[in-house]
């Protein structure tokens, strides 16, 4: 099959997203939630790229990818499910809400079904501690979180699949 010339190759998309905060004071932060955003994952063939353009190591930025749990180092399924696991929110089940997602998923916060449709991630606050166990579905936040309700709200996520 012909390579299609036409669609710029990943280090063109990435130098095009640097080029858009370039001036930016800090902008390596602010390129990787664009990068992000754009791709849903940050690949470990970005960093030499962004090293490049930025004129920092390679060591800089992979150490500023890595510090940060924001950023995903694989492609996310169709429908990510985080849950809030900081203090308000352990306090009224949140590890429970956890492990069931855990058990119903077949997979451990911080990585993706093995059929790469969820991918289920840890938070540290949502800002909606007065009602947790918190959550938040494809961006969606959801409060009083228990497995019942999550179990409602994935069978609901996979039936618009
Ligand atoms: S502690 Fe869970 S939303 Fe704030």
Redesign the pocket.
Known sequence: MPIDTSEPSMADRVRSVVDRHRGDRGALLPILHSLQAEFGYVDQAMIPVLAAELNLSRAEVHGVVTFYHDFRAEPAGRTVLKL?R????QSVGAEDLVAHAETRLGSKIGSTTADGQVTLEQVF?????AL?P?GQVNGRLYGRLDAARLDGILDAEAERA
């Open positions: 809030c900081a203090e308000a929110c606050c949502l800002g909606n501690c947790g918190a």
